[in-house]
């Protein structure tokens, strides 16, 4: 005889029994990764780590981001009895190119055009300016970080003291910037600055110049790095 649990709050109880926990669902691209590659490209870039933590070598991790009107709120609080309704709305779009580093020196540059190879190439040549020392940028795969007019540029980098790491396939989880796109959409912006599309400008804005100053994300130490590190003694 087969039982079938047709009551929501039974089920609830159920899940609960067995600790489930009501949580986002998050992609999994790691049936992707080529595992020999993956390995050695991260012992690659926990080398460069090292080598960052005695002075040798300064890391920005760098990526694209794009804001919309379409608020990236999944969860909120809310009166009792009421609902607080998201309408989604297309149009406009504020593309920002950041350059991060793990002790929260962000370098971001915002269009509300496209972000093609030609403008991380800009963003790129106006990065270099600022760096002092030895500069690694770590990207991942994406064609734009990859096209032809882009790794014409390469050695002109390397000359002023900035090196390119490409991350392994399919690996978005070892780049921490990252974790900054998901602090700006999922709990700093707030869903007043969804208001209007100047708000929203206005907002990511203010956020990307506070990064460091009165917004700070803490890293730690990354495990594959601890891992990597016990390995290595």
């Not at 089920?11 to 080529?34: A, G, I, M, P, T």
């Not at 972000?115 to 990065?127: G, L, R």
């Not at 020392?133 to 050695?155: M, P, Y």
């Not at 890293?219 to 390995?231: D, P, Q, T």
Request: with cysteine.
């Amino acid at each position: 005889m087969e039982y079938v649990i047709d009551s929501k709050a039974t089920q609830k109880l159920l899940k609960k029994k067995l600790k489930y926990s009501w949580r986002r669902f998050r992609e999994c691209v790691k049936s992707c990764q080529d595992p020999h590659i993956y390995e050695v490209l991260v012992n690659q870039l926990c080398f460069y780590m090292l080598m960052e933590e005695t002075g040798k070598l300064k890391i920005y991790y760098a990526d694209e981001s794009g804001f919309s009107l379409e608020p990236s709120i999944p969860y909120g609080w809310q009166p009792a009895g009421e609902y607080v309704r998201i309408t989604p709305v297309g149009g406009n779009r504020l593309n920002v190119f950041g350059l991060l580093s793990r002790d929260n020196d962000l370098h971001a540059f915002s269009t509300q055009g496209t972000v093609d190879s030609k403008m991380v190439i800009a963003c790129m040549d106006e990065f270099v300016k600022t760096i002092t020392s030895k500069t690694l940028v770590v990207l991942d795969n994406a064609s734009i970080h990859k096209s032809k007019e882009f790794n014409a540029k390469l050695g002109e980098w390397h000359k002023k003291g900035l090196l390119i790491f490409y991350l392994p396939p399919y690996s978005p989880h070892l780049s921490i910037i990252e974790t900054l796109w998901r602090k700006i959409k999922y709990k700093w912006l707030n869903p007043g600055d969804y208001a209007s599309w100047e708000t929203l400008v206005k907002a990511v804005e203010n956020i990307l110049k506070s990064v460091g100053k009165e917004l700070k994300i803490n890293f730690g130490e990354l495990k594959y790095v601890k891992e990597y590190k016990a390995a290595i003694i």
